[in-house]
């Protein structure tokens, strides 16, 4: 499978193009600066594009089988500005038809999980404020998809509550739009894992057209 990454220097978008190599995928990685960035392997090539601006989306994307945005909504340390989550949705859903590719995966935020029927867990009292306006962002961006998204296969895939560095185990458990915490409450998935879900979910397509959480 030719997969773009969008975000392909990130934690989770190199943990991403290492796991889609592993299982002979061939990863090209779209960032805003190639010039200024460091691929996260000798096999993937980075290229400029910018994932808010559907012209250069098509024109990275043409001839591959699925786009996989892992974008971070912040400023990054070479002092671009932090894009816009939901601009980002729209440009790649232009982005993808424009071009002709049908499938399309973004790496989502926690937030937008319901810890009970119809109560997300950006809308908790304990959610932190520092990053309420980040997971706003988040729960616009899985609007444009759910409202603009017909005619491509799009996928969002939640993170649980705490998303970090860790060891692959290959195991995760999968979920709805619900918030699925372990025995002792915690809800908590490696960046690892969280890959392999992301790219178990590009070869057998379980989630097309909707979001779905994942947690260990």
Excluded: C
């Amino acid at each position: 499978m030719k997969i773009i990454l969008f975000g392909a220097t990130g934690n989770i978008g190199q943990r991403i193009a290492r796991e889609a190599l592993s299982r002979g995928h061939q990863v090209t990685g779209v960032v805003r600066d190639p010039e200024h960035q460091q691929s996260p392997d000798p096999k993937v090539t980075l290229v400029k594009g910018d994932a808010t601006d559907a012209d250069s989306v098509a024109s990275v994307a043409r001839g591959a089988d699925a786009i996989v945005s892992a974008i971070s909504p912040r400023p990054n340390a070479r002092g671009l500005g932090a894009p816009r989550l939901a601009d980002a949705a729209r440009a790649l859903l232009g982005g993808a038809r424009k071009s002709g590719v049908k499938r399309l995966v973004i790496v989502g935020g926690a937030a937008t999980l319901e810890v009970a029927p119809g109560k997300r867990l950006l809308d908790t009292p304990e959610f932190p404020a520092a990053y309420k306006a980040e997971a706003l962002e988040g729960a616009e961006s899985l609007d444009v998809l759910r409202k603009e998204g017909e005619g491509v296969e799009w996928t969002f895939i939640s993170p649980a509550a705490e998303i970090s560095p860790g060891h692959r185990t290959g195991r995760y458990r999968a979920t709805g739009d619900q918030l699925i915490p372990d025995a002792r409450g915690r809800s908590h998935i490696s960046m690892e894992d969280y890959a392999v879900a992301l790219v178990d979910e590009l070869e057998h397509r379980q989630h097309v057209g909707r979001r779905f959480g994942v947690a260990n």
